[in-house]
Nanobody, 119 residues
């Protein structure tokens, strides 16, 4: 009942920037947390950044380069990616945790978007 749609991936040269977006829709009562994950070829999926009522948390590998935000009054999260490096190349997935209008909790994933950083 809760779906996440991502956009904003693409190809960029090292040192460049991209912004990813993640829009949640459906039977949403509240969203308690949103996060971004990535999975590179032959690598495990890893948490990149997350945001909740307490603030934000970033993986050490992206600290100082990536910024996660959530737009006011919208169920949308963004990942601003600056000073991109080839090792950032991966499929990026967004995730949302919250409560549906039927009072059931949800844990939903976006479809994934490719980010490729060339050297």
């Amino acid at each position: 009942q809760v779906q996440l749609v991502q956009s904003g991936g693409g190809l960029v040269q090292a040192g460049g920037s991209l912004r990813l977006s993640c829009a949640a829709s459906g039977s949403i009562f509240s969203i308690n947390a949103m996060g971004w994950y990535r999975q590179a070829p032959e690598k495990q999926r890893e948490l990149v950044a997350s945001i909740n009522s307490r603030g934000t948390n970033d993986a050490d590998s992206v600290k100082g380069r990536f910024i996660i935000t959530r737009y006011k009054d919208k169920n949308t999260a963004y990942l601003q990616m600056n000073n991109l490096k080839p090792e950032d190349t991966a499929v990026y997935y967004c995730k949302a945790l919250g409560v549906r209008r039927d009072s059931q909790g949800f844990d939903s994933w976006g479809q994934g978007t490719q980010v490729t950083v060339s050297s």
